[in-house]
């Protein structure tokens, strides 16, 4: 039997503070969203300014993030490199670049997702916020 590791929520208040930190010195409005392995929602924020959009978006690329085991801008690359028929994937939402899991020992525990601003500085957001965890 395996050991696994999961979130607890001071690592999730630490990785929200540092997402909002790195947001708020670029001074970009966002929402960001943090889940367990399976993709549900352990928090969300929205900053004052973030588009309400946003407030759907950053947790379904945290969603995808999780269950899919990878940062969506791989599915983003897929998506505009051709293939539109992956748009069609069941309960696959957030296809966009902003979605990046959490891994600890090379299982992923947790996904970040960010919206609100370019999806390059959402994944900067999301990336901010797990290095505050030392993985």
Avoid: C
């Amino acid at each position: 039997m395996k050991t696994k590791h999961y979130l607890e929520l001071d690592d999730v208040k630490k990785i929200a503070a540092a997402a909002e930190a790195e947001a708020l010195k670029n001074q970009w409005a966002v929402s960001i969203a943090i889940t367990d392995d399976a993709g549900h929602l352990l928090w969300f924020q929205r900053l004052d300014g973030a588009p309400a959009i946003s407030s759907h978006i950053a947790p379904a690329k945290a969603h995808t993030a999780a269950v899919g085991r990878r940062e969506t801008k791989g599915y983003e690359d897929v998506i505009n490199g051709g293939r539109t028929a992956f748009l069609t994937a069941p309960l696959v939402k957030g296809m966009l670049e902003g979605g990046v899991p959490i891994v600890k020992d090379g299982a992923v525990i947790g996904a970040v997702g960010v919206s609100g601003v370019k999806s390059n500085e959402d994944a900067q957001i999301a990336k901010a916020g797990i290095a505050a965890l030392g993985l």
